[in-house]
């Protein structure tokens, strides 16, 4: 059975693990990998077929023949085989965790071992690497560093100094001649840097107009790439009581038996701060710019978290909503949520706002020990229903917004 990040939690709750913080960043770049290389497997399908189809007409084959040929060249675009992808880079995005973590701690343990498991569905040529002990910096796990292949359920245990030599480290001469599953033959620290090398052969290697499409692979992988890394900086370093509301959340997310992103995680840890900023920040900006790539995580982290939290109550009242106190809001006026914006009662309350018909449109953060209030969902129009002194009452609408709303901030006008 292959990993899910729920999966990767509730492993590490259960070992009493203290995941790192870049954990919770890994699926951003195991998504962006997983497009970029189902991108390149359709494009050397594409080929294959192009090419089968020139080898038919040249040869004078039937149609069936043809077909027969695509059949055995394992020509596959379904969304099965897609998952796949997404789903082996989730195994090793997970491993590349582990292993930064290792090598954050090799210090105090400076040697791993190679654990498969011995039951009948292991792979004969896994079992044999079964307890290889080296040590971490060896040349041995660039290449052998579990996962080895489709659904690999094998590990690498970090152990001390004097654990290592009372197993028995392993010689040279006693590493059996076993090579990874075709296509697996790169280890954590190389997480990511193969697939550039590839693209940058194929290029190379392609005639012109597929070079095109290459060139436009690579491009759209680099600015996936440089919007992940754009996330990463938003985020700040989690202080204690952060670390609680992650915790919290991670709770949630186990209870609710969902498989949640660790980058969504993260996200909803940093926008229920009260004095959160910076990704609120980054969010205005990929707004306005409509960095279709930022937008995008957004949105899908939003999605999954509704699986966790959704709120199902028709009407929410607080008095804390940054940037309306100050606003004067008519009745009639569309106000349009651009990002996940946090709503709760405060005791330095401003007016009292009330928004109706708000089921299935905010996170219920109450479901979440600890937290209160609700976060707005992104690409929410709120219509004012009417305003007095001490009360805006706003409601659902599928009407167009004319101002658009960036928590934090103020409004600003679309037209």
Excluded at 249 to 262: A, Q, Y
Aim: charged share 25%; with cysteine; glycine share 4%.
């Amino acid at each position: 059975m292959s990993i899910t990040y729920a999966d990767a939690l509730r492993y590490a709750r259960e070992k009493r693990v203290v995941l790192p913080e870049e954990f919770y960043l890994l699926d951003l770049n195991a998504r962006q990998y997983a497009t970029t290389v189902s991108k390149l497997a359709s494009l050397d399908q594409i080929r294959t077929v192009i090419n089968l189809s020139n080898k038919a007409i040249e040869t004078g084959s039937t149609f069936q023949d043809f077909q027969k040929a695509v059949k055995e060249s394992g020509i596959e675009l379904s969304p099965h085989h897609l998952d796949n992808i997404f789903r082996t880079n989730i195994q090793n995005a997970y491993a590349h965790g582990i292993w930064t973590q290792q090598q954050a701690n090799k210090a105090n343990r400076p040697y791993l071992r190679y654990s498969s498991l011995t039951d009948s569905r292991v792979r004969p040529s896994h079992l044999a690497l079964n307890n290889i002990i080296r040590h971490i910096d060896d040349s041995f796990w660039y290449t052998h560093y579990p996962p080895n292949g489709f659904e690999c359920r094998c590990g690498a245990d970090a152990l001390t100094e004097a654990q290592a030599k009372k197993q028995g480290i392993t010689i040279d001469e006693d590493l059996p001649d076993i090579q990874p599953d075709n296509g697996w033959a790169t280890g954590p620290a190389n997480y990511g840097k193969q697939l550039n090398e590839v693209l940058d052969q194929k290029i190379a290697d392609a005639e012109p107009k597929l070079a095109d499409e290459l060139i436009k692979v690579r491009d759209e992988a680099l600015v996936s790439q440089e919007a992940n890394d754009s996330i990463v900086k938003a985020f700040e370093p989690m202080s204690e009581a952060s670390k609680q509301v992650n915790e919290s959340i991670v709770d949630r997310v186990l209870e609710s038996k969902k498989d949640v992103e660790p980058s969504a995680i993260r996200m909803l840890t940093e926008l229920v701060r009260d004095d959160e900023q910076a990704l609120t920040d980054l969010l205005k900006s990929a707004v306005v710019k409509d960095d279709k790539s930022i937008i995008g995580w957004m949105k899908r982290s939003f999605d999954s978290l509704l699986s966790i939290a959704k709120n199902l109550k028709n009407k929410l009242t607080g008095n804390n909503l940054k940037g309306f106190d100050s606003l004067e809001l008519k009745k009639g006026n569309v106000i349009g949520i651009q990002t996940p914006t946090l709503f709760k009662t405060s005791a330095e309350s401003g007016k009292n706002i009330t928004i109706l018909d708000a089921k299935g449109v905010a996170l219920d953060l109450s479901k979440i020990n600890g937290l209160n209030g609700a976060l707005l969902a992104p690409d929410l129009n709120l219509e004012v229903v009417s305003v007095t002194d001490s009360e805006v009452v706003l409601k659902k609408t599928k009407k167009l917004a004319t101002r658009l709303f960036v928590a934090n901030n103020t409004l600003f006008n679309l037209y």
